[in-house]
């Protein structure tokens, strides 16, 4: 990715610089990218990649030019900003830009699908992941990271084991029942036959091949489908297919087993169930899995090791601001056991590992390197009032990340269609005074108003608001557009200080008369049908967690 200064703000990717030119570092006249800024901080040694480089393919790695370009940088830096930064300075903010841009997309796929990444083991891979492993697992509150032998490879070797499949889905649209069950098994052999054929033709003989059956299931009146796999499916032992007993089975097949299936899974991505709505079946598919040749994976043999564990070199690498002595292992020296602590590094030939302060490197019985946080990371720190190249970008960064994944909450927990399948609403977060931070590129339409509803908030407010605290508006007069958009407004707290407002507005989530519309005599609260689309003037404290 390439790294930019564009006068204010600290820029990294979406551009790449690709393998030609590549990297500055390259000879090939690229721009700086990541992998300069690495070798900048001494954490890619030159000497010890592949000498394959320049016009000839039989040079080094060329760290003078990195220099050359960062002390340019660093001027053009100081002369825009007024801000004095070292070229190592310049080199890791361009990385910490880099490493919350890494992180925050494993937040967007991990809350999308409603997993909670702190609970899982990082895992590390490409010959470059090594490098930005324990600051990515810090950025996302991580504490353990697992990288393997052939991480820098494991493309390839992934490749390489990679099961042969090939997939076939026919729509069913029928409610969930015993007869739709009995139903649709004679399109699941249909299709079990066709993708079957495809595996067969690739060369995998017929004993070798699974046979995967899954229901796209559904809420009546929903579009959202949830993936069931069944096995087996109405004992289908009697069928000519083989039973597939393997790491799919979830159920029996029976609708009690399926159902309770569907639910378990629903909640886990959305919150909610929706008791007594029947399940829909859109959709009938199958998967052949050809299995292709495994590897065992057994404990490796390794050559006695001469005297105990000792670097190859020593080295010097900037981390959090500072340069630090780190000294330089090499791979194929480690043994099962082994144990290095940060700071320091390990080189190998497809990749390299960084270790960075209060991390620890272990290595497994199988060969594997696990990386885990044993000092407590401190989080807190003063970071001053003038605005700073880096800092900017990254907090743009977090922060739009946080209303993304408001979003992302928002449609999954939504029962409105409107909300979760037509995304019609937009999340934002404003600061004390109201006045907007950064939104997520949800509907434009409700961002124009947005902070004069938080502003109604604080001004009413203020005095009883507390930590938990939820509020609804959508009073058009106190910065609500139609009756519809129903604004939730939460304020956030920490040692006393107000932080910025979470904000979300949507459309037709809740129930009325007329979808969408309601005729200015609306404003007049009516109290008699509960339920009635009524403008919220003053705001309402909707719950306190």
Known sequence: SICTFDGARFRV?????????????????????????????????????PQVFGPSGNLPLDGEVVRAKFVDLAAKVAEDSGRVRTPPQIAEGFLRVAVENMANAIKHISVERGYD????????FGGAGGQHACLVADALGMTRVFIHPLAGVLSAY?????????????????????????????????????ARAEVEAQGISADRIQIKRTLHLKYDGTDTTLEIPLVPLLDLQSSTEPMDRGPHTVNDGTVAAIVADFERRYRVQYG?????????????????????????????????????????????VYMAGAWHAAPVFTRERLRPGDTIAGPAVIAEKNATTVIEPGWEAQVTARDHLTLE?????????AIGTTADPVLLEVFNNLFMAIAEQMGVTLANTAYSVNIKERLDFSCALFDAQGHLIANAPHMPVHLGSMGESVK?????????????????????????????????????????????????????????PVPHREPLSSLIPDPSPVGRREARDSPSPIGRN
């Open 373 to 381: 946080r044993v000092v407590a990371i401190e989080r807190m720190h």
């Open 456 to 512: 109604t908030i604080i001004d009413r407010r203020a005095a009883t608001m507390q930590a938990g605290d939820v509020f609804v508006l959508n009073a058009p007069y106190n910065g609500g557009t139609h009756l519809p958009d129903v604004t939730v407004i939460a304020p956030v707290f920490l040692d006393e200080f107000t932080l910025p407002v979470k904000r979300s507005r949507g459309d037709a989530n809740v129930p009325g």
């Open 158 to 194: 992934g490749m390489g084991l990679a099961d042969v499949r090939a997939m076939r889905q026919k729509a069913v649209e029928s409610q969930l029942s015993t007869a739709s069950l009995e139903a649709v098994r004679p399109v699941f052999a249909e299709l079990a036959s066709l």
């Open 13 to 49: 990717g979406p551009a790449s610089a690709g393998a030609n030119p590549g990297p500055a570092c390259y000879r090939r006249g690229g721009p700086l990218t990541v992998t300069d800024c690495n070798v900048m901080l001494g954490k890619i040694d030159p000497a010890l990649f």
């Open 272 to 316: 909610f169930l929706m008791p007594g709505k029947p399940m829909v079946i859109e959709a009938a598919a199958v998967e052949a899995i050809g299995a292709a040749a495994t590897v065992e994976e057994t404990a490796p043999s390794f050559a006695a090791r001469e005297g105990a564990l000792a670097p190859f070199k020593s080295g010097s």
């Open 117 to 124: 990444v702190t609970e899982y083991t990082l895992c590390c």
